[in-house]
């Protein structure tokens, strides 16, 4: 079984600048969730996905946005990218109930010129 | 709202020698406890999971058991190898009431293992 991919797994942009990043999910996983991984900040969450409805948003301002389609897999896009947007962004996925784990991809690596 | 608190690291030591990664939570209601842990340049495994109080965990020689009335979720493990370099994170999920899946991470602790 396939896990969840990400792409592009690298990606150099320029300040104001906008990026697109795709996730793939597990076969049969509804539920996508996005995470952003700094050295300073950590793991935070960004927002989850559940047939194609934002289900939960963190605190990040409105240039982080994303979506579902209809066959799971899911797109954040970052408008007018500021130097501090680089880091690691994590995809993962779930069947959908709360009671299920999460599975990660590997992760776009975005860094800001 | 929702915090994990994990123990500073790097956590250096030496091969078979004896693991604890602390970690406290702080939620409201039930959450669900899972230990995740990152290799360099991969993203996150999930390492064990335990969904309600008194629950164990257990993989790979891993253990941890969520103790409601510590709020804790300590990482164990009874000989270490080279190969369990990593960083390792403490993690939490609301229960199943308007839960979701949103994950609330620990800092991380880095655990090197040396020959």
């Known amino acids: 079984k396939a896990g969840v991919t990400q792409t592009p797994r690298y990606l150099i942009k320029t300040r104001g600048q906008q990026v697109t990043l795709s996730c793939s999910p597990i076969s049969g996983h509804r539920s996508v969730s996005w995470y952003q991984q700094t050295p300073g900040q950590g793991l935070q969450f960004l927002f989850e996905y559940f047939s194609e409805t934002q289900r939960n948003k963190g605190n990040f301002p409105g240039r982080f946005s994303g979506r579902q389609f209809s066959n799971s897999r899911s797109e954040m896009n970052v408008s007018t990218l500021e130097l501090g947007d680089s880091a690691l962004y994590l995809c993962?996925?779930?069947?959908?109930?709360?009671?299920?784990?999460?599975?990660f991809g590997d992760g776009t690596r975005l860094s800001i010129l | 709202g929702n915090s994990v608190t994990q123990m500073e690291g790097p956590v250096t030591l030496s091969e078979e020698a004896f693991l604890t990664i602390n970690c406290t939570y702080t939620?409201?209601?039930?959450?669900?406890l899972f230990w995740y842990v990152q290799y360099p340049g991969e993203g996150l495994q999930l390492l064990l999971k335990a969904t309600k109080a008194d629950d164990k965990g257990s993989n790979k020689g891993f253990e941890a058991t969520y103790r409601k009335e510590t709020t804790s979720f300590h990482l164990e493990k009874g000989s270490v190898q080279v190969s369990d370099s990593a960083v390792y994170f403490c993690a939490l999920r609301r229960g199943l009431t308007g839960g979701g899946n949103k994950l609330t991470f620990g800092t991380g602790t880095q655990l090197k293992v040396e020959l």
């Open positions: 939620a409201t209601g039930y959450p669900s």
């Open positions: 993962a996925s779930s069947i959908g109930s709360s009671n299920q784990p999460q599975h």
